[in-house]
Nanobody, 115 residues
Framework: QVQLEESGGDLVQAGGSLRLACAASGSIASLNVMGWHRQAPGKQRELVASITSGGSTNYADSVKGRFTISRDNAKNTVFLQMNSLKPEDTAVYYC?????????WGQGTQVAVSS
């Protein structure tokens, strides 16, 4: 079983930056994919970015060039650096880990961007 704990959500003005972190604990495989999804009010949860244990990354088109995902494998932690934030980035951001054919989710952290 894997536990994920997110941190870093906050209220920020448009154009500002935030850095989210997600620490994983429990039974963690050497091969896994960690990522961030987000869910805005009234909308479906959507992928923001993901990163494999080997460092390959994937981004949603809406965040390319503004967000950067990274990870520290030694600490089982994934980060999401968010720059040039827009009001439409407002959402609850969820960390997830996919390993051994299972996906685990964190509780989410709120990001609010004011115009």
């Amino acid at each position: 079983q894997v536990q994920l704990e997110e941190s870093g959500g906050d209220l920020v003005q448009a154009g500002g930056s935030l850095r989210l972190a997600c620490a994983a604990s429990g039974s963690i495989a050497s091969l896994n994919v960690m990522g961030w999804h987000r869910q805005a009010p009234g909308k479906q949860r959507e992928l923001v970015a993901s990163i494999t244990s080997g460092g390959s990354t994937n981004y949603a088109d809406s965040v390319k060039g503004r967000f950067t995902i990274s990870r520290d494998n030694a600490k089982n932690t994934v980060f999401l650096q968010m720059n040039s934030l827009k009001p439409e980035d407002t959402a609850v951001y969820y960390c997830n880990m996919f390993q051994r054919l299972r996906t685990s989710w964190g509780q989410g952290t709120q990001v609010a961007v004011s115009s």
